[in-house]
């Protein structure tokens, strides 16, 4: 039992310093220069999901494999800069840490040493964040101004006129201003007395006729 046991104790040791070593050996393998960045052996990991940008989000040159980034556009925040380079690693770099200023400009990224100890060429690099769309430009419908409404002109004169009478004065006609009426001209003639013969004859006539009856009916 004491040798089987003995014998797991020194398999255990010897897988674990193994591991140690591959880790040591890995870890030599991908380091830096520049203190700013975060040396990682192994692949490049992605942005998380919906946080990758596009190098066209930033301006940008690589001279001598160095990456410079001068400005960062509107809406947009950069949160981490992978730089790749090398036989197994890159650099990953964040704004605001290790140095690193928290907006650009920042100059001078690149990527890790290679296995040799000689600076590696960037691969490909690429930038994590996120950006946020611009804010459209409502319309503003033309502010029209009211129509001037025209006012009624007044009157030329408050003072009322009083309506002229159409009613022509009575023509007396031509001969009659005398005043007996009639349409005859006035010849100075009195005819008054033949009204009076005729209302004798008229009584006269009927008294007559009234006698007569009367002894038509003392007769019978």
Known sequence: MR??????????????????IGTAGSALA????????????????????????????VDFKVVKNRLNISKVHEGVTVTRIVVV????????????????????????????FSRNGHQADI??????????????????????KPTETTKPSAPASS???????TTAPAV?????????GGGLANTGFDNMWLVWIAALLILGGGGLLALLKFRRKASE
């Open 30 to 57: 991908c380091h830096s220069d520049d203190n700013r960045p975060h040396p990682t052996p192994g692949t490049a990991t992605p942005c998380a999901k919906g946080t990758d940008l596009k190098q066209s989000d």
């Open 85 to 112: 380079g090398g036989d197994d690693g890159f650099n990953d770099y964040t704004p605001g840490a290790k140095g690193l200023e928290k907006t650009a400009p920042w100059n001078d990224l690149r990527a890790p």
């Open 159 to 165: 003072e009322t006129v009083a309506p002229t009478s």
């Open 3 to 20: 040798r089987r046991t003995l014998r797991g104790a020194v398999a255990i040791m010897a897988l674990t310093t193994a591991a140690l």
């Open 172 to 180: 007396v006609p031509a001969g009659n201003e005398s005043g007996t």
């Open 123 to 144: 691969d490909h690099w690429y930038l994590c964040g996120k950006k946020t769309d611009k804010p459209t430009e409502t319309t503003k419908p033309p502010t029209t």
